[in-house]
């Protein structure tokens, strides 16, 4: 079974960083693809940025040069890099997979992290 466990999430003050960090662990065969999520209260979950294997990132146009994906594939993990924060920030941010397992690598499965709070603020 694939789990992925994120960690870096808290409080801080706006114009300050904090870096996320999500891995995968189990029985994984490839992964095909990373993303970062956020949820704020009220509002839909909305992709943030995201980072294929070997393509080219992309980012939400709310996070362009502020914001930066990597992934480090012999960690099986991704990062999410997040500075000049703001108060609209803040959110529960997600890691996303679509990861092929070691039981049948002819299918792809998405998988989500537990989510974790980014609070920006005084």
């Known amino acids: 079974q694939v789990q992925l466990v994120e960690s870096g999430g808290g409080l801080v003050q706006p114009g300050g960083s904090l870096k996320l960090s999500c891995a995968a662990s189990?029985?994984?065969?490839?992964?095909?693809?990373w993303a970062w999520y956020r949820q704020a209260p009220g509002n839909q979950r909305e992709l943030v940025a995201a980072?294929?294997?070997?393509?080219?990132?992309n980012y939400a146009d709310s996070v362009k040069g502020r914001f930066t994906i990597s992934r480090d594939n012999a960690k099986n993990a991704v990062y999410l890099q997040m500075n000049s924060l703001k108060p609209e920030d803040t959110a529960v941010y997600y890691c996303?997979?679509?990861?092929?397992?070691?039981?049948?690598?002819?299918?792809?499965?998405?998988?989500w992290g537990q989510g974790t709070q980014v609070t920006v603020s005084k």
């Open positions: 996303n997979a679509n990861i092929v397992d070691d039981d049948d690598i002819r299918y792809e499965y998405v998988y």
């Open positions: 980072i294929p294997y070997g393509g080219n990132t």
């Open positions: 189990g029985n994984i065969f490839s992964i095909n693809s």
